[in-house]
């Protein structure tokens, strides 16, 4: 099964300018100089202290450095950027044509490539969403906000641990070398006969507030399913655990 996922109010910023690489390299967690031309990947823009400001994915080609962003991002995404852009040949560029992508799978969401044009026969909302949820992509302002830490999230799989220099990154590096976070975004398998609230609590023996649910679907392939930011106390494979007062289980994230 393949779905096509139509992006088209995805806002895509597209930075040119001579220092462009080295701006987003000090800006950005991704490791810009080793990016190749026509590579993507996620990244995220942090504050000071580490914390999630903007989530996107990032693509080099010869001529500029692109970023995609949901639509709740784009103008705070921007903003960002031309504040730090004071004394940098950077500009920024937006990218209004059609766009969508081809998932063939949950797992291939995280690195399905832009197609430029309209999407023909776009999947439904619903279904696009219970495949973001089943890859465990976040969604900003649902899954994760500037309060989280991007390794506690899918995006820990992007960080690059050996560039250099930019915002946020001691306490990223403070905490990789420290080990596990405190909390975790974490897929769940629901057994109840209805999808919980957003914001239901999860529970463990050990920890009766063990985190939130903050996404939830109904996946054809997986039955009820769920996103939840959850203490790490309670991360253990076999862990029982309790979204309200019905059982559930943890699963890895993309759902297999």
């Known amino acids: 099964m393949t779905l096509v996922v139509s992006q088209s109010d995805y806002p895509l910023l597209r930075v ?17 100089e080793t990016l190749g031309v026509g590579a993507q990947t996620w990244g995220a823009i942090l504050s000071p202290k580490g914390r999630l400001l903007s989530i996107f994915e990032m693509g080099k080609t010869a001529e500029d450095i692109w970023l995609l962003c949901e639509p709740s991002l784009g103008e705070a995404t921007r903003a960002l950027l031309e504040k ?9 560029t937006p990218d209004d044509r059609p766009k969508h992508r081809v998932w063939t799978s949950p797992a291939a969401a995280w ?9 023909s026969a776009p999947a439904s909302s619903e279904l696009v969403h219970a ?30 641990y050996q560039k250099g220099c930019y915002v946020g990154q001691e306490p990223v590096f ?4 420290q080990g596990k976070p405190q909390k975790q975004l974490c897929g769940l398998r629901l057994t109840g006969a209805q999808l919980p609230l957003l914001g239901a609590n999860v529970s463990h023996a050990s920890r ?33 655990l309790f979204v309200d007062d019905a059982p559930a289980r943890l699963a890895p994230l993309p759902f297999v």
């Open 111 to 119: 690195h399905a490539p832009i197609v430029f044009g309209p999407a």
């Open 208 to 240: 009766p507030s063990a985190g939130t649910v903050t996404s939830v679907a109904t996946s054809p392939e997986l039955g009820l399913i769920a996103l939840a930011m959850l203490h790490r106390s309670c991360l253990e494979p076999e862990a029982q």
């Open 16 to 32: 040119t300018g001579g220092d462009r690489v080295r701006f987003l390299q000090g800006l950005t967690t991704v490791n810009v």
């Open 84 to 92: 730090y852009a004071v004394m940098d040949d950077v500009v920024f």
């Open 131 to 160: 495949w973001r949820v089943a890859a465990g992509i976040p969604s900003y302002g649902v899954d994760v906000s500037d309060a989280h830490l991007p390794f506690e999230t899918p995006l820990a799989n992007f960080l690059d």
């Open 174 to 177: 403070r905490v990789h070398a």
